[in-house]
């Protein structure tokens, strides 16, 4: 080392002094505040981390708490103890400021002063797939705690094995992990559609959220099933404005349109209320139902369509309520349904339709229309029909539909698939083979009598049914996407899949409950991820159809880019989310709702089908199904709810989603039809 010395004044050596002196002052001071600095953002941040400890007030949240009750209830009537907390649930959060557990419930969308400039932000609070970190933080916290509540080397439910680390302690390891798995499903949760999915692409490639196997915290469900209330409040409030006592509402030019001359909105919504508390606006419809004068109805009413959404709803609305109104308005119905002459053709088929103001039955009337019955119309009045004998006792109602039923299975073809068009006087198919349209729902009620009345030739016909289904129906593309294609008359098969036939995954799901093969279950855990697939659209709604070309690559015709906000992959979600307690269905199902309200509600207006779905220049079609109310927003609702509320097991949706209870008993001899 080298040094060299210089020679420096005395002046200069006492102002550098000084100098120096103001420098470590100055660095103490800068110091001391970074440190202080850094401590309260250490505490101020670990506090914002901290994951909130909810717990559910016993007045308010009873309805919504984790531990199921000991006992269902078995007697319908007796739902009303249970759906009453519901009630008070929603009462409870008006009172209190709309405050509940874990915070402000109340989502910007949902209150209509703040629609307008943050309509494209409906979903700011709440994104279709959450990827909070309070809730990733406390799903960890959550499972350790379940695994400190192992201790002293106790095995729970066989949660435990052998090695597995007992009395209580989490190693640090095995904490590591589960925070790294926990971080990567909520990843999964948060990532983003593929814009353009590779179609070429030949291996099976995963949803958003596919792989998701935690819990949805019950807080954020307990806003979902707020926020689903609010958009059927917003829906009754517009066809209240615009459209009261007519049939269909159109929200944009606010008007109403009469297809029943019924005031049918109003029937088809009355459990979807019920369900959801909204005491005032169900007084409203009461109100109404009371003064319903079928004669002064319409003259062209399908017979299919007023029984699955009128009977059904007065059928499941006494059930409910054991109100007499709800019972007489439904006999009233039946017996002119029944003294139409509808049922007394050749075969026992029923006339498609009738005209209300006459009491008399007839063929379709419209141009072009096929003057045979549709397979899915003339087999999907039964569950129906049945409930009104049970309630009854009168024998006809059942009788009449029995004797339809038993027509059309005996004049089914080898493979167990009868056609869409049905001739009343032979009782004999024709046509295309299709799950879709005029076919979907006879299949659907196969397995539905059979849980409803016990009848084992009912359970055999739709396990036939399904095999056969599998055997020639069931294809994949080359992305992995499994859809039901169709056959039509001239025996070529068309790649082709309504929306409609989402139905299925949910019925083969229902059919693994009551004894139907596993494999059931796993079909329709295919199907469903194509129509969840379907909703892979710009708008995030699902067309009316989907193809698939030579190649085996999913598209959307023109004329099938419209979207009436259809029920059928929402109620498939909720049978498999109660059916297999996958969380995916429901953040499945949450997305399609986060859609719909994105794309299909417009501020004070409400909510329309839309067309151009696929298309930056998407609009609205300006009219709004009587089924969203009572389908769509109904199993989105349940979909976040308690499962003793209408369980699987006690009973049985009709086609509309009007529930019936399962009183195999009722129906006397199960050996034969």
Request: with cysteine.
């Amino acid at each position: 080392m080298y040094v060299i010395n210089v020679p420096v004044s005395n002046n200069t050596t006492k102002k550098n002094s000084r100098w120096h002196n103001k420098i470590y002052w100055n660095l103490g001071l800068f110091s001391a505040l970074f440190g202080f600095l850094t401590i309260y953002f250490v505490i101020v941040i670990n506090k914002a981390e901290q994951p909130e400890l909810h717990t559910h007030s016993e007045d308010v949240f009873i309805v919504l708490e984790e531990k199921q009750p000991d006992e269902i209830p078995a007697d319908p009537n007796k739902i009303l103890e249970r759906l009453k907390h519901d009630h008070k649930l929603f009462e409870s959060e008006d009172k209190q400021g709309n405050k509940v557990d874990g915070g402000d419930i109340t989502d910007s969308f949902n209150n209509s002063a703040n629609i307008g400039e943050k309509e494209k932000e409906v979903i700011a609070e709440e994104k279709p797939f959450i990827a909070d970190k309070s809730h990733r933080d406390a799903t960890v916290e959550q499972r350790l705690v379940a695994d400190d509540e192992v201790a002293d080397g106790e095995v729970a439910d066989g949660e435990v094995a052998d090695g597995d680390v007992a009395d209580g302690e989490v190693a640090d390891g095995e904490k590591k992990k589960l925070v790294d798995s926990v971080e990567s499903e909520y990843a999964a949760l948060s990532a983003p559609w593929p814009l353009e999915p590779d179609l070429d692409d030949a291996h099976l490639y995963q949803l958003p959220g596919e792989d998701v196997n935690f819990p949805i915290p019950r807080p954020l469900l307990n806003k979902r099933m707020k926020s689903i209330r609010e958009s059927m409040k917003l829906s009754w409030k517009r066809y209240k404005e615009c459209a009261w006592g007519t049939d269909k509402l159109h929200p944009d030019s606010c008007h109403g349109s009469t297809w029943f001359g019924l005031g049918l909105t109003i029937i088809d919504s009355l459990d979807t209320m019920f369900l959801m508390g909204m005491k005032e606006e169900l007084k409203e419809a009461y109100d109404f139902v009371q003064d319903i004068d079928y004669r002064s109805g319409a003259k062209n009413v399908n017979i299919f369509e007023i029984t699955i959404r009128v009977l059904g709803a007065f059928l499941t609305m006494f059930n409910f309520t054991k109100d007499n109104i709800y019972l007489t308005k439904a006999v009233q119905l039946g017996d002119m349904l029944i003294d139409s002459g509808a049922f007394r053709t050749t075969s026992g088929v029923p006339l498609s339709d009738i005209d209300l103001s006459t009491g008399i039955s007839h063929r379709p009337t419209c141009p072009g229309c096929s003057k045979h019955s549709s397979l899915s119309e003339v087999t999907t009045i039964q569950l129906e029909f049945n409930e009104l004998t049970r309630l009854t006792s009168d024998p006809r109602y059942k009788e009449a539909t029995d004797r339809a039923m038993s027509t059309v299975l005996n004049k089914v073809p080898a493979d167990h698939l009868p056609r869409i068009y049905v001739d009343v006087n032979s009782g004999k198919t024709s046509g295309t083979l299709t799950l879709g349209a005029r076919g979907d729902s006879y299949y659907e009620y196969l397995l539905k009598q059979w849980i409803q009345t016990g009848e084992i030739s009912y359970q055999e016909e739709y396990i036939a049914a399904v095999q056969s289904i599998k055997n020639k129906l069931v294809f994949s593309s080359k992305r992995g996407l499994t859809y039901i294609a169709e056959i039509l008359e001239s025996g070529k098969i068309n790649h082709k899949m309504d929306h409609l036939v989402c139905f299925l995954p949910g019925s083969l799901a229902l059919g693994t409950l009551h004894g139907a093969p596993s494999w059931h279950l796993e079909l329709a855990e295919q199907v469903i991820r194509t129509c969840v697939e379907m909703y892979h659209t710009k708008t995030g709604l699902a067309p009316e159809i989907i193809k698939f070309d030579s190649s085996s690559r999913l598209f959307i015709s023109r004329n099938d880019e419209f979207s009436l906000l259809r029920p059928e992959t929402v109620e498939s979600l909720f049978i498999l989310w109660r059916v297999t307690k996958k969380p995916k269905y429901q953040a499945w199902a949450w997305d399609i709702f986060s859609s719909i309200e994105r794309s299909a509600k417009r501020s004070e207006k409400g909510y329309s089908s839309m067309e151009k779905i696929n298309t930056d220049k998407s609009r609205r079609k300006g009219e709004m199904e009587s089924f969203f109310l009572a389908e769509t927003l109904k199993y989105l609702y349940l979909i976040n709810g308690a499962d003793d509320v209408i369980p699987l097991s006690r009973y049985v949706f009709n086609t509309e989603a009007h529930p019936f209870p399962i009183r195999p008993s009722d129906f006397g001899d199960k050996s034969e039809r």
